[in-house]
C-alpha cells in the first residue's frame, strides 16, 4: 500500500506553518520513521494499516499538539507527560521540535517502553521513560507536572480524572478527540474544558486531521 504522505511532504508543510527544522531534527525524524517501520510489527508499536500511513496517523497529528503547545507564550521550559505515550507519540515529535522542555513518556507496555528506550538513544534525547500505568504511579509524582498529553487513551472523564492529580496549579492537559467529545463527559464531572479554535490549513492538509479537535483541560 502507498503511502499518502512522505516524510519530505509534512516538513515543506511544517516550514509553512512557520516550524522549521534544521538538519539534525529532520535526521531524527528520519531515524525515528525507518524505526518505526522496522520494528512495528515484530513490538506491536502501530497497526499494520497504519505502517503506510506513519505519517498521517502519528506524525503530523503530533505535531499538530506541538503547533498548540507553542502557541502558548510561557511554553519554555515545561515538564511534559505523555500519558499511554504507545509508540513515542506526541512526546518523541515534541521533544524534537522543543529543545527547552522536559519530556516524561508514559506507557504500560513493556514492549514499546523498551523500543523507546533504544529510540532515544539513538536519537540522542533527553527523556524520562516510565514503564506504569497511570493508576499506580506513585504520589510522588503528584504537582509535578505542567502540561500532560494524550492521545486515544481513554474518555475525557476517565482521562481529566487520571490527570488532574499530576498537574501543577494551573496546569493543563491537551488531548485530541472526535467531535462527539462531549459524549465522553460525566455530568459530574467538574472541570474547565475549552475546544481549541481549529486551524483550517492542517486538516485541509491531510484528511486524517478532519472531524478532529483539541481540547484543552485546565487544573485550577
Not at 516550514?15 to 531515524?31: A, K, R
Not at 507527560?81 to 508514559?106: C, E, Q
Not at 498529553?149 to 496546569?171: E, H, I, Q, Y
Request: charged share 20%.
Amino acid at each position: 500500500m502507498k503511502q499518502h504522505l512522505l516524510l519530505s511532504d509534512l516538513i515543506h508543510f511544517l516550514e509553512q506553518q512557520n516550524i522549521i527544522l534544521n538538519d539534525t531534527q529532520t535526521q531524527q525524524l528520519e531515524l525515528y520513521h525507518s524505526g518505526l517501520t522496522k520494528y512495528a510489527d515484530q513490538m506491536n508499536l502501530i497497526s499494520t494499516r497504519d505502517k503506510s500511513f506513519i505519517i498521517e496517523h502519528h506524525f503530523l497529528p503530533s505535531f499538530y499538539y506541538y503547533h498548540y503547545l507553542s502557541m502558548d507564550e510561557n511554553f519554555s521550559d515545561k515538564h511534559i507527560l505523555d500519558l499511554g505515550t504507545g509508540a513515542g507519540f506526541p512526546g518523541i515529535i515534541i521533544a524534537i521540535s522543543s529543545l527547552n522542555n522536559r519530556i516524561t513518556l508514559i506507557d504500560s507496555s513493556r514492549k514499546k517502553t523498551l523500543f523507546l528506550r533504544n529510540l532515544v538513544s539513538r536519537l540522542e534525547l533527553d527523556i524520562e521513560i516510565i514503564c506504569e500505568r497511570i493508576e499506580n504511579i506513585s504520589s510522588s509524582f503528584f504537582k509535578k507536572y505542567d502540561i500532560i498529553v494524550a492521545r486515544a487513551v481513554a474518555s475525557l472523564s476517565v482521562l481529566s480524572n487520571w490527570c488532574m492529580p499530576f498537574l501543577k496549579t494551573d496546569g493543563y492537559l491537551l488531548t485530541l478527540k472526535g467531535e462527539n467529545y462531549k459524549d465522553e463527559l460525566d455530568r459530574n464531572l467538574d472541570i474547565e474544558l475549552n475546544r481549541l479554535n481549529p486551524n483550517p490549513v492542517w486538516y485541509n492538509f491531510s484528511n486524517y486531521l478532519r472531524n478532529k479537535c483539541m481540547i484543552k483541560v485546565c487544573n485550577h
